[in-house]
């Protein structure tokens, strides 16, 4: 996990919202499938099997919110944030945006549906096109929505949001080269906001800039995201920047969700082995805490995307596994009785009741059954 920001960057007002009951959803994804055939052979290219990236994917994000989503590389988060706004094609499970299954769109309905969901790129040098002008990269979009009639009219909405990103209108005739990490993802996230959208995904949206950057730019899509009304979803490695910035938080492991939680919640009493590895993963600033804090260490890789193992994900590295239902019956994410634990957090693990009354001790990574994936 990457370094920590310092608390005092981070403005009171910037940290999560409270959560709203009664709020509807904006997005809804149910049993989400997204799987990339591997080909073999030069003449007759067949497929000899799947990448299962994302593989039973369910969630809920409630307009207004922003919801967090964690796991480490290769888990299918990008993957899901693409198939989320249809950039990925989805080979099954239900995508709905304001009500509407994007599933079912197609050419010039889809990309009308896309004019209401945006993207921020984790590389801002990468996703813009170097040779073009930044007014070129904002008007770009608006262009093909039908957004530029009125010429003088968009290019001073163009400064109006390069102003409200921090940024001077003098930067509209630059290029992308000119300007620094931070100040090329202010661009990238102007971008977005060009088409007055409702939802956005911020991939990775800090993590390839300084400490010192990150904290304003997250501060900075907290204020978009007051000033306009919109709904995010943010996916990142890095726990402290999704704790700061999110109002629900679900972890993601080899193409499922494994625990959701509210944000304060899920980082107080995390209750899945795997969020619970994750967390103590994290360095503590006070040495005596860190002494003193749950060091749960996990056996092995992540297993292949393309040859899961059978049951539970998770058993291969996990220091709880059990010879019963681990290895025969995937478990759903759900909802427990236990002391602490609200109606909204769910969990997907077969015995974290036990664990959590301490009745299943944790094994040593040694001692964790080496276990061959099966498909």
């Given amino acids: 996990m990457s370094t920590k920001l310092p608390e005092s960057t981070l403005r009171p007002e910037q940290g999560p919202r409270p ?22 052979g030069v003449v007759f290219d067949r497929t000899v099997g799947h990448v299962k990236a994302v593989d039973g994917m369910s969630l809920r994000i409630r307009r207004g919110e922003t919801y967090g989503l964690v796991g480490e590389s290769g888990c299918g988060k990008s993957t899901f944030g693409r198939a989320l706004l249809r950039l990925e094609e989805v080979t099954d499970g239900a995508v709905r945006f304001d009500g509407k299954d994007l599933t079912e769109y197609q050419g010039e309905a889809l990309r009308k549906q896309r004019r209401h969901m945006q993207m921020v790129f984790q590389d801002p040098m990468g996703s813009l096109d170097p040779r073009q002008t930044v007014e070129s990269l904002l008007m770009e979009g608006m262009s093909a929505h039908g957004l530029t009639k009125d010429r003088e009219a968009a290019r001073q909405r163009l400064k109006d949001l390069l102003h409200e990103v921090g ?15 931070g100040q090329r993802q202010r661009i990238g996230i102007a971008r977005a906001l060009s088409l007055d959208p409702e939802l956005v995904v911020a991939d990775e949206p800090v993590s390839a800039l300084d400490v010192s950057v990150q904290a304003q730019v997250i501060n900075l899509l907290r204020k978009v995201q007051r ?50 590895a994750l967390m103590s993963a994290v360095p503590v600033p006070d040495p005596v ?39 025969t019956e995937r478990p759903e994410p759900r909802t427990v009785d236990l002391p602490g634990v609200s109606a909204e957090h769910t969990v997907a693990c077969h015995h974290v009741e036990a664990v959590f009354r301490g009745e299943i001790t944790p094994r040593s990574p040694d001692e964790v059954p080496a276990v061959t994936p099966t498909p």
């Fill in 19 to 40: 959560r709203r009951e009664g709020d509807d959803y904006l997005v809804e994804v149910d049993d989400l499938k997204v799987h990339f055939p591997i080909k073999r």
């Fill in 167 to 181: 940024l001077p209108p003098q930067a509209l005739t630059k290029y992308p080269h000119e300007f620094s990490g």
């Fill in 227 to 276: 000033d306009h009304d919109l709904t995010y979803l943010v996916i990142a490695h890095d726990l402290a920047v999704v704790r700061h910035i999110s109002d629900t938080v679900g972890v993601m492991y080899l193409g499922g969700l494994v625990e959701e939680a509210p944000a304060e919640e899920l980082y107080d009493a995390p209750l899945h082995p795997y969020t619970r």
């Fill in 289 to 327: 805490a860190e002494d003193e804090r749950e060091q749960l260490l996990l056996a092995g890789d992540l297993p292949s995307p393309a040859n899961p193992p059978s049951g539970c994900r998770f058993r291969t590295r996990c220091p709880f596994v059990q010879k019963d239902r681990c290895s």
